[in-house]
């Protein structure tokens, strides 16, 4: 875990593809080996930081794909594609844009909740078919972060968490 989150930070102050010398091998694809190690590395610790439902997924980590997926994207790379790609209906899709990404429910949160059994691996397969790397990184990010002040587990549903607070009620 530790090489992992290390190989993430040296490609984070990697060259990025423009900058990357021409003499890297492409695919077919005309990704180059660094682009597909990248790509392949923050899946990796995608999946590492994301719990195994939707509904697990702590608000932190909601925010942050929130903040990549809700603004408008030119080539549709953003919730309303996602939200078709997980299976939401085109009229659920349609009510969802009437929400003020400024509120505290945006679209994105809105599609988060609604398919909350779905599995975040799924979330996963959609965002790299869609190459929404963006948000995967955001995903990774957020994790290194607060990994480094709670430690290790606090994105596991099933290990002790330390730093719930508890809330006494007043009679």
Known sequence: MQEMTEQIRSLQTAPTAQQEPSHGSQSKSGETLFESQ????VLAAARKYLPDKIRQMRYGIRHAIASKMDPDHPQGKDWRMVADQ???????IRSFSSCSPTG????????????EETSCARLIEVLEHLEMFGVLEAICRYGQQTEERMGKGWH????????????KYLD
């Open 86 to 92: 997980l299976g939401l209906s085109y009229d659920i």
């Open 156 to 167: 596991s549903a099933d290990s002790e968490d330390k730093h719930v607070c508890t809330v």
């Open 38 to 41: 990248r790509r392949e590395i």
């Open 104 to 115: 505290q429910k945006t679209p994105t949160m809105l599609v988060l909740e609604h398919c």
